[in-house]
Structure formats: C-alpha cells, structure tokens
C-alpha cells in the first residue's frame, strides 16, 4: 500500500528547485542591470565586491579563494580594473613574488555606486516580502549553510 503522503525527500527536491530557480533569476537580472545600466559584468562586481571588504588588499590567491574561483579568472579581472585605475597591485613586503590587489579611490568610489545600485535591485526583486518572511528565510537558509558546512568538515 503506498502512502498518499509523499515523502519528505520529495519536498526537500522541490525546494532546492525553487531556490535554484529563484537565485538563477535574481543572478540573471542583476547581470542584466550591471550590464545595460553599467557597462560591467558580474565576474568584475564580485572581484571588485571583495576588494572592498578588505582594503588592505589580498593575495591574488586568496582572492581566488575567497570568490571560489580560478586564479586565471581573477587575473584577468583584476589586470582591467588596474588598466583602467580603479585597482592596484602592491608588492608584498619580504615576499618578491606576492602582490596584494586592492582598490584604488577611484575603485572605491566606482563599486560604491555599484554596490547602492545592486542595493535596490535586490530591495526591489525581494519587495513582495514582509520583514519577518525576510527574517524567517534568513533563518531557515542559515540553518541549511550552518548543516552544509558542517558536513563539509565531517567529509574533509
């Protein structure tokens, strides 16, 4: 005899599914906005996003690490932005083959402006939810990043 209840496992898959298909559609309109309202890339945002957080600058591996993609990616990237002076690359002191990336003031200023505009694009994607539906969602992926997280290390 088969239950008419479906199983748990159903409903996880169904909503991996829809937070898969909201996240690939947010991701896809901010591509869009940076890209016809800015003239820039996602890629480019992230990089200079992290530059950002930490002023002091970080090691192009570290970048690479931090964003969780490939040294080669982050290269490219960084070597437009300091073409075009809104990053620079500082030797590392007592290290001669390590740089730092960090951001220019111009960079500064520039991912400012970005990052008000990604701002309302979010505020405005998001703005069918109340602030407690905002909180218990922030709770509940938490919750889910916190189980995966911890699985990683149990796996490493």
Do not use: C, Y
Not at 71 to 90: F, S, Y
Not at 125 to 133: H, R
Request: aromatic share 4%; charged share 30%.
């Amino acid at each position: 005899m088969t239950s008419a209840i479906e199983p748990i496992s159903k409903t996880r898959l169904r909503v991996w599914l829809k937070l898969l298909k909201t996240s690939n559609g947010i991701e896809a309109e901010i591509r869009r906005n940076l890209r016809d309202r800015h003239n820039t890339t996602l890629p480019r945002f992230d990089v200079m996003s992290a530059l950002a957080r930490f002023p002091e600058g970080l090691k192009m591996s570290d970048l690479s690490s931090f964003l969780r993609v490939s040294n080669g990616n982050v290269t490219g990237i960084v070597d437009k932005l300091t073409e075009e002076g809104l990053a620079q690359r500082v030797a590392v002191p007592g290290d001669k083959r390590a740089q730092v990336a960090r951001l220019t003031e111009k960079g500064k200023s520039e991912f400012e402006s970005l990052a008000n505009h990604h701002e309302s694009w979010i505020d405005t994607l998001l703005d069918g939810l109340s602030f407690e539906d905002l909180e218990a969602l922030s709770d509940t992926l938490e919750r889910v990043l916190t189980q995966s997280t911890e699985k990683e290390r149990a796996d490493a």
